[in-house]
């Protein structure tokens, strides 16, 4: 497996990729977003298959799903890999015993500025005071706080953790990161951001080769993404 094969792979498991076991030395990764986000998956689609990721499908695949959380229907996007033994170590590192998706207690030593990249792109929320929050919500508290540590040990980054409620009154938790220590990463990001998601980042095309002391003044809403965890 490539370095930029498995940098995206975990930026993706760490976001809505999904990855899941068949048999004792096998394992797939599948990925899904919003429809709105098709320039996005299709630049992931392209990219890992481009690095040797054997694919189900040469296309993208469209579907509806219902989202549980807002009672809606919406279409997705989703393509998917083979069942491949190469894929097995990255299962054993991200499924307990149960099959559940988790965040393993070293996960520091798999971030990378691509990895984080990706993560961002997948599963990153813009923000309108600026900064960028990780909808970190399908995680518990150990695994948020493991993450945010993470953060801190790997790129220095000063994060916070905000509580949020959902429609049903639950509470789940997500790692923000602030405006100031976002445009402190954003030059290391840039390179491996789609364009289609630079917003997220608050930036522009424009600035996506050259970002040193560019401090976005964008004041766009918050993006609520129905696929967020």
Known sequence: MSKILRETLIGAILGDAHIGKTGLNKAFISFEQSSKKM???NYLHDLVKKEGLPLLSDTVKTYTRTDSRYNIKNNSLYFRSQSLEELKPL???FLDETGKKCIPKNIEDELTHRSLAVWIMDDGQQVKRGGVTLCTDSYDEDEVNILKEALKEKFNLETSIHNKKS???????RIYIPKAELEEIKPNLLPHIHDSMLYKVNSEISFKQNTEGFISDQESEMEI?????
């Not at 429609?167 to 938790?173: E, H, P, Q």
């Not at 993404?225 to 965890?229: A, I, K, S, T």
């Open 39 to 41: 320039e996005y998956i």
């Open 91 to 93: 299962a054993d590192i």
């Open 167 to 173: 429609k049903t009154g639950s509470i789940y938790k």
């Open 225 to 229: 993404d129905m696929l967020d965890n």
